[in-house]
């Protein structure tokens, strides 16, 4: 069963345009989520986080926003540039002892110039 | 910066083998991973360790086994391979568990042949 849902395979967005990334999770215990971003032939990097106890986090292009009534987190990136097409994986942990990341199966992104 | 090295990007092996994939972080992290990334299917947790000496299993252990002499060498074994191990493996490690993002390598392509 899955506890972290990506449920649009593949997003579509032109160069200067904002993305929009979902993800929604299962798990009340959950009170850390992060994105990471996969390009091909490489491992995954670090993107962006959020604790439960904050409802918006920003850095540069991108923000995180977290809805804990709604389990549901998205990812914008604002303006969208060709370099960000990649695959997106967001992750969610709890802050429990003997627990470890849990990913989506990721959402591929094509920003087209 | 963390630097998370994985001895193989690409390996091919036989059906039946004992293959060993290792993998060493240079940053003094408690905690190292195992996952493997399947198109459509995310990233898939194999195996963790909190600690040298120290293993948990992931989602997906069948098949598998890890071995933590050193806090940074972490290696994953497949004790005979099979086809349906052929993957992308991706080793990572964080400072704590929980609330900590994971640091991952370049990845081994495995094929099973």
């Known amino acids: 069963d899955q506890q972290v849902k990506q449920n649009s395979p593949s997003l579509s967005v032109q160069e200067g345009r904002i993305s929009i990334l979902n993800c929604d999770y299962t798990n009340s215990m959950f009170d850390y989520f992060l994105w990471y971003k996969k390009y091909p032939a490489e491992g995954p990097t670090f993107l962006i986080s959020i604790s439960s106890i904050k409802d918006k986090n920003e850095d540069g292009r991108f923000t995180v926003f977290l809805n804990k009534s709604a389990k549901h987190l998205s990812l914008h990136i604002v303006p969208s540039q060709p370099g960000d097409s990649a695959v997106y994986f967001c992750?969610?942990?709890?802050?429990?002892?003997?627990?470890?990341?849990?990913f989506g199966k990721g959402t591929t992104l094509s920003v087209s110039s | 910066d963390v630097k998370v090295t994985q001895s193989s990007r690409y390996l091919v092996k036989r059906t039946g083998e004992k293959v060993f994939l290792e993998c060493v972080q240079d940053m003094d992290h408690e905690n190292m991973f195992w996952y493997r990334q399947d198109p459509g299917l995310g990233l898939r947790l194999i195996y963790f360790s909190y600690d040298v000496k120290m293993k948990e299993k992931g989602d997906i252990p069948e098949g598998y086994s890890v071995s933590r002499e050193k806090k940074e060498r972490f290696s994953l074994i497949l004790e005979s391979a099979s086809t349906n191990q052929t993957s992308m493996y991706l080793c990572?490690?964080?400072?704590?568990?929980?609330?900590?993002?994971?640091?991952f390598g370049n990845g081994t392509r495995l094929t099973v042949t």
């Open positions: 990572a490690s964080s400072l704590r568990q929980g609330a900590s993002p994971l640091h």
């Open positions: 992750a969610a942990s709890s802050n429990q002892a003997g627990t470890a990341l849990i």
